[in-house]
T-cell receptor, first 114, second 109 residues
């Protein structure tokens, strides 16, 4: 199984809502990532978890809150977002963080903030 | 600073060959990845190079020259389904992926 799953596929939320994005992998990978991708731009790294601990936070606003409940799951909690946060949110995983390991991406959640 | 350059857009004909170039200047180098991304979909892994030379995988090949900070992705026998963006990404000294902006490849019949 080389699949990373993400739910939901699409999400529309208002600026006062609270929602969560979910990501799951069953490849035994120890590193998991959240990326944000705007149209015609490359993925922009937000957070990295390594062995279930947050190892990188790329100066992301606090309205984005990551959580790693266990080695297979990664959540991104959203609160009081802005319209400019509308983007494709990608989850990825890799065997480990400190090595030449390819990242496997989930299909993404298309987020629209109204 | 860290910089990865690739052409913004390229056009090629079905059945032909196309080469997508990538040049990089990064703090350290632990390998270079190529990913394919169809519009609205997630990136998928194509290749990884860490040593100089050519790696061939079916219709796709990837080349690396570390001394020149240069890589290319070669696509042969182009098919319409190869229309996508191709992203070059370098693993820096902290094992962090530095992404290029991507090359949009348009295939014409």
């Amino acid at each position: 199984d080389t699949e990373v799953t993400q739910t939901p596929k699409h999400l529309v939320m208002g600026m006062t809502n609270k929602k969560s994005l979910k990501c799951e992998q069953h490849m035994g990978h120890r590193a998991m990532y959240w990326y944000k991708q705007k149209a015609k731009k490359p993925p922009e790294l937000m957070f990295v978890y390594s062995y279930e601990k947050l190892s990188i936070n790329e100066s992301v606003p606090s309205r984005f809150s990551p959580e790693c409940p266990n080695s297979s799951l990664l959540n991104l909690h959203l609160h009081a977002l802005q319209p400019e946060d509308s983007a494709l949110y990608l989850c990825a995983s890799s065997q480990d963080r400190g090595g030449p390991y390819e990242q496997y991406f989930g299909p993404g959640t298309r987020l629209t903030v109204t | 600073g860290q910089n990865i350059d690739q052409p913004t857009e390229m056009t090629a004909t079905e059945g032909a060959i196309v080469q997508i170039n990538c040049t990089y200047q990064t703090s350290g180098f632990n390998g270079l990845f190529w990913y394919q991304q169809h519009a609205g979909e997630a990136p998928t892994f194509l290749s990884y190079n860490v040593l100089d030379g050519l790696e061939e995988k079916g219709r796709f090949s990837s080349f690396l020259s570390r001394s020149k900070g240069y890589s290319y992705l070669l696509l042969k026998e182009l098919q319409m389904k190869d229309s996508a963006s191709y992203l070059c990404a370098v693993l820096d000294s902290n094992y962090q992926l530095i992404w290029g902006a991507g090359t949009k490849l348009i295939i014409k019949p």
